[in-house]
């Protein structure tokens, strides 16, 4: 009785890890990211449907070769569910303090969700996991070309953050 249900509890556990994390709408698109994201240019649109910046949080996201923005994060869809419509995090250019353009979108998915073997993936593109944060990560820019790919971390085309503007890890 014992060794099955030791069996039985191996077996629940080794499935859970090997299940992948939760696409809605399986042939998700960037048509469809684009259409469902289209009403977010407009940033008090972004806030009232439940996403807020992480800018004193985390400050705007930079790198000495490119620029990624601020994030605003809708915190109530970190929830593992992988959908185009739906990213976690919209991903802005700071013009200055006032002035902020959507560029692109970020999927996430904490990292206790995810089993390493099995990443999640969105757009034929597989996620990664953030060099610091908990999470595994896809971003899109579908608002603003990448000319080292769409879905790439880092956009040479987008603003290095204005200055007095605290920066990711500095």
């Known amino acids: 009785m014992r060794r099955s249900v030791i069996a039985s509890a191996f077996l ?17 698109s960037v048509k469809e990211a684009r259409q469902a994201t289209s009403r977010f240019h407009d940033v008090s649109k972004a806030e009232a ?4 910046s992480t800018l004193e949080l985390l ?8 620029g ?4 605003y994060l809708n915190p109530t869809l970190l929830d593992g ?29 904490p990292v206790d969700l ?4 099995n990443p999640p993936e969105l757009f034929g593109q597989q996620f990664h996991p953030h ?6 990560i896809l971003h899109a820019y579908i608002w603003r070309p990448n000319a080292s790919g769409m879905f790439q971390d880092w956009n040479p085309s987008v603003r290095q953050c204005p200055d ?7």
Not at 68 to 71: A, I, N, P, S, V
């Open 59 to 66: 400050g705007c996201f930079e790198s000495a070769e490119a």
């Open 81 to 109: 569910i992988v959908d185009a419509a739906q990213p976690e995090a919209l991903v802005y250019e700071m013009r200055d303090n006032e002035d902020l353009k959507l560029v692109g979108l970020e999927y996430l998915v």
């Open 12 to 28: 629940a556990i080794a499935l859970m890890l090997l299940a992948p994390v939760a696409m809605a709408g399986g042939q998700s």
């Open 131 to 136: 060099p610091v944060l908990p999470f595994w």
């Open 68 to 71: 990624m923005g601020l994030h």
């Open 49 to 52: 449907a439940g996403y807020g």
């Open 114 to 117: 995810v089993n390493p073997l």
């Open 164 to 170: 007095g503007v605290p920066v990711f890890g500095s």
